[in-house]
């Protein structure tokens, strides 16, 4: 059994991972690269595998670094079913077509401009691919076995993070392999906790934060002095924002805000079709998030949705204080761009940094503190005020993984620290191995590990083996201040 990094190792994109056992080649995950231009070129490259002899694509949730990919990997050649859960199906459903239509956009806007080498500059793919990826799409059930063959089984258990995400776990000659996915946070605002482990003998985890501790601050708090500071000043406050997620806690917020009389009654801009469409979702999806059908309906009618490009132009030529959030998260594309242009060389707005910013991003840049930002090719002088507010993330820190870890009750043979940068993952790895003395290490980009595995035991049912995967009632988990210790 071996299995191989072909994505979110040595980085925080890109996710996939090739497992090739019991005579099948299963893909978890297939994300677009993001970030640095190094990074982004790979999406180009041809993968490093067949893809005709690929039996599955299994997803963790409908990002596009673990999902982006998925229309490429069918324009080469990929029939088979791609299995994810129906929050992420529903999710893929806007997002690879957003994706698709974005790729077309940026192509024509670079064509016309001559702002590309290329002539002409092509899409990465387009959305007719995108719609054939879609197609292949299998939805499952939470915690449901799914038989691959008579050797290997899987299931998807709930991961928290956005709608429809998912842990992997799958039992291969014998053998449990487990993936963590994006882990959300035990008291995310709208996503339940994620649940934990009770086997692994191997285990890749991720890492985003894995040098970090969130901030023990309320958020409702940290933007309602964001929104008070800047509206004293007659300034506008941009909100590069997930469309998945982010968007949907900005909004809950900025409800709880005005109900409470701690926001002014300022117009709120949702400017992202994506993000509007995602938040109708919510509401079909009411049993697998915190919000009652009340909350979610509320979410839906908390700012005023954008969808055509005029409505959003027309945000630009308002007067007086105002909220826009828009797309994308890390400001490497979108709307928001157009925002940023307008909006960040005047010292009375705020520019709001809600999520992690990958390196060589927009966002990135802002939250170091750069003094201009490039943008259509010109450099945006950077006077608006920049906040980061991490207590935000969707993202589990190091403490909160290290919870989820402890259900585990045998430690796994070997355990992978994959989708962080460098420095998070590695710390990461220290964490585990300092505070439970388990296997860790860091794979490198396209490596290729051999695992053991037991083809052909005689009466091993590979669905029972993961049949409960949940972990057990009553295992007290870690609490930030008692990992302390493992910085």
Request: proline residues 6%.
């Amino acid at each position: 059994m071996k299995l191989t990094f072909l994505g979110a190792a040595e980085t925080v994109t890109g996710s996939k991972y090739l497992l090739e056992g019991a005579g099948l080649r299963i893909l978890i995950d297939c994300g677009l690269f993001q970030g640095t231009k190094n990074l982004r070129l790979r999406n180009w490259n041809p993968l490093q595998i067949d893809v005709g002899k690929l039996d599955a694509v299994i997803l963790t949730h409908a990002h596009l670094d673990h999902s982006g990919y998925l229309p490429m990997l069918v324009r080469t050649g990929y029939r088979r079913p791609v299995y994810c859960t129906r929050g992420t199906r529903d999710l893929c459903q806007i997002m690879l077509r957003d994706s698709a239509k974005l790729q077309e956009e940026e192509a024509g806007y670079a064509n016309r401009h001559g702002l590309s080498k290329h002539h002409p500059a092509l899409p990465l793919y387009t959305l007719e691919d995108a719609e054939n990826a879609l197609e292949l799409l299998e939805a499952r059930d939470f915690d449901v076995p799914k038989q691959l063959n008579d050797h290997a089984c899987f299931r998807l258990l709930p991961a928290g993070h956005i709608l429809g995400a998912a842990s992997v776990v799958l039992c291969v000659e014998g053998k449990v392999i487990a993936f963590s996915g994006d882990l959300g946070r035990p008291d995310d605002p709208i996503m339940r906790a994620p649940m934990p482990l009770a086997r692994a003998d191997y285990l890749v985890v991720e890492s985003t934060y894995g040098d970090r501790l969130h901030e023990r601050t309320d958020p409702a708090t940290e933007l309602a002095e964001v929104f008070e500071s800047t509206f004293r000043r007659g300034g506008v406050v941009v909100i590069p924002c997930f469309a998945v997620g982010r968007a949907q806690s900005i909004l809950h917020y900025i409800v709880q805000l005005k109900a409470s009389g701690r926001m002014a009654n300022v117009p709120v801009f949702l400017d992202s079709p994506m993000a509007t469409s995602v938040t109708q979702l919510y509401r079909h999806h009411v049993g697998e998030h915190r919000l009652s059908s009340t909350e979610a309906n509320a979410i839906s009618n908390a700012a005023q949705m954008v969808r055509t490009v005029e409505e959003s132009k027309a945000i630009l030529s308002l007067n007086g204080p105002r909220v826009i959030i828009a797309g994308s998260g890390m400001a490497t594309g979108g709307r928001v761009v157009h925002h940023l242009k307008a909006f960040a060389p005047d010292f009375r707005n705020t520019i709001a940094l809600v999520g992690y910013q990958a390196a060589g991003t927009r966002g990135a840049a802002l939250a170091a503190g750069a003094p201009t930002i490039k943008i259509h090719g010109d450099y945006v002088r950077v006077r608006a005020s920049v906040v980061s507010l991490s207590s935000l993330s969707a993202h589990a820190d190091y403490a909160e993984t290290l919870s989820w870890l402890r259900s585990i009750p045998q430690p796994p043979q070997r355990t992978f620290v994959t989708h962080g940068e460098p420095a998070a993952a590695d710390a990461m790895r220290r964490h585990i191995e300092e505070t439970y003395h388990w296997p860790c290490e860091v794979p490198i980009y396209l490596e290729t590990v051999e695992l053991s595995g037991s083809v052909g035991t005689v009466g091993v049912d590979p669905c029972a083996a993961i049949t409960n995967a949940a972990s057990p009632p009553g295992v007290p988990p870690p609490t930030a201040a008692s990992t302390r210790s493992a910085e």
